[in-house]
């Protein structure tokens, strides 16, 4: 059974250090974005990537999907308190966004699944991140079939996860699966993967995997 998140180590997914070895930047930048895209964090957890992503579709929305109820109240209340600390109060006393962060707010959905059922039809997730959740999920196949449905034909889905490189911080390799494991389960999925980084390219404790719905 993959190596769950305790909920408990909260303090690890808000590391500051994750900004130089696992930037959003180039986490999103795998996704390919337009703007207008309904993307699914899944197994979102306090949402490193959440907000990042609504902003980054300012006509799309994000569904932050997490099985940690305890987590998803956490995300939900940074999503609140990023909402009203980009409010200001106009000249007629009415609240609205300064710099679109209400808005942003306002694009995300929060999804808690014990059971790996998202409330989406199918293949309606233009893309789907998965940031260190891959170690947690490949041997559940309800897990993987969800993803699968939720992915629109010509959908993407993006994996980062720790590799099992000797590495100076992170989870022990002995949970991990090695990049070769990790396409496996991808191409069990019935995906094609169309970009592949292993650690120590994009970055350097991580490899990263862009797969599509096979033709
Ligand atoms: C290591 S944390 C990563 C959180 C976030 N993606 C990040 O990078 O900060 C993994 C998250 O996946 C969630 N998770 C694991 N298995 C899941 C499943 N089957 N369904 C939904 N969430 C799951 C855990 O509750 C946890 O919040």
New binding site residues.
């Given amino acids: 059974m993959?190596h769950?998140?305790d909920?408990k180590n909260v303090a690890r997914?808000d590391d500051p250090a994750r900004l130089d070895y696992q930037p959003v930047r180039d986490v999103l930048g795998l996704l390919e974005l337009t703007g207008d895209e309904t993307v699914v964090?899944?197994?979102?957890?306090?949402?490193?990537?959440t907000l990042p992503l609504a902003a980054a579709l300012p006509r799309g929305r994000v569904v932050a999907?997490?099985?940690?109820a305890e987590?998803l109240e956490e995300l939900g209340e940074r999503l609140h308190g990023q909402a009203s600390r980009g409010a200001t109060r106009g000249t007629d006393g009415a609240t609205r966004a300064s710099d679109g962060a209400a808005a942003a707010d306002e694009r995300v959905e929060l999804v808690h699944?014990a059971d790996?059922r998202v409330p989406l039809p199918d293949g309606s997730a233009d893309a789907i991140v998965?940031?260190?959740?891959w170690h947690?999920?490949y041997d559940?196949p309800a897990?993987l079939d969800e993803l699968r449905r939720l992915l629109t034909p010509g959908g993407r889905l993006a994996i980062v996860d720790w590799a099992t490189v000797e590495r100076p911080i992170g989870p022990t390799a002995a949970h991990m699966l090695s990049l070769d494991q990790a396409l496996a389960v991808t191409d069990g999925m019935g995906l094609a993967a169309t970009a592949v980084h292993p650690a120590g390219s994009l970055f350097p404790y991580h490899y990263a995997i862009v797969a599509r719905p096979r033709a």
Avoid at 41 to 49: I, S
Avoid at 130 to 133: D, I, P, S
């Fill in positions: 993959g769950k998140f909920p997914l964090d899944y197994g979102a957890g306090v949402g490193y990537l999907v997490d099985m940690s987590l699944t790996n998965a940031v260190n959740l947690e999920i559940e897990a």
